[in-house]
């Protein structure tokens, strides 16, 4: 059931959970992913890179192939389609192409010109009935060659970013993207807990949550956490089980080399991993 995001994560905010953002990358991510959060009866978030769609020949690709699998798997839970990390142009690409759900990610922006952009996105998104997540503070790491410091975000203009009218937002506290560094200082609760003081109701969004631990996932949750975003994690163990299962010899067994049997084994690790998320952030059950 294709829906835009506000809802659910206002829900989620409101029940002191959170709501697992899974990037796709491909059918098997789709449907992965999609299945998971049905058998769960979880509420689920499919997050989009510009790059990954543009992997997809393009949003409207995606959007097709989403609405398609929704409808032929039965999918009774909400499931948003939400651009990530988006920009501007991209963002009206995607009001366009039907996603239900937008990111428009302009903290590498003078914060004055974050605000106007938003501000535009805002009225857009909500004139067709999409959700939309705003940034401030920079990620760390890289995504879709976007890199970022990993610095924390000002309180002061996360207020601002959101009296702008957007549904969630996305404040910088010391999270990355991609693997964590044994040097990690963690994330930064002091910052995380004087945000959620200025924007009260708001949800919040906690990207990089790969390699976060349990405990610091659980206490940002309780902090104003309710969206958090999974990607390389779902990459790294749909590699692992893909690598065991050619290196084992499997796909020289039979017609193991068939890329429903090949591709099988990774699909599977997916939805473990995805099984997990959603479980650790409470939203099973939440549908």
Partial sequence: MLVNAKEMLDKAKAGNYAVGQFNINNLEWTKAV???AEEEKAPVILGVSEGAGKYMTGFDTVA???KA???????TVPVALHLDHGTYDGAKKCIEAGFTSIMFDGSSLPIEENIAKTKELVALAHKNGMSIEAEVGAIGGEEDGVIGMGE???????????????????????????????NWKGLQFDVLAEIQKLTGTM????????????????KAIELGVSKINVNTECQLVFAAATREYIEAGKDKQGKGFDPRKLLLPGTEAIKAKVKEKIELFGSN???
Avoid at 69 to 75: A, E, P, Q
Avoid at 161 to 170: K, Q
Avoid at 203 to 218: A, E, S
């Fill in 64 to 66: 097709a192939m989403v």
């Fill in 285 to 287: 059950g939440k549908a």
């Fill in 203 to 218: 949800p919040l969004v906690l990207h990089g949550g790969t390699g976060i631990p349990d405990d610091q996932i659980k």
């Fill in 152 to 182: 924390c975000a000002d309180p002061q203009e996360c207020k601002k970013v959101a009296d702008l009218g957007i549904d969630f937002l996305a404040a910088g506290i010391g999270n990355i993207h991609g693997v964590y560094p044994d």
């Fill in 69 to 75: 699998m929704d409808k032929s798997l039965g999918i």
């Fill in 34 to 36: 999609l299945l998971t």
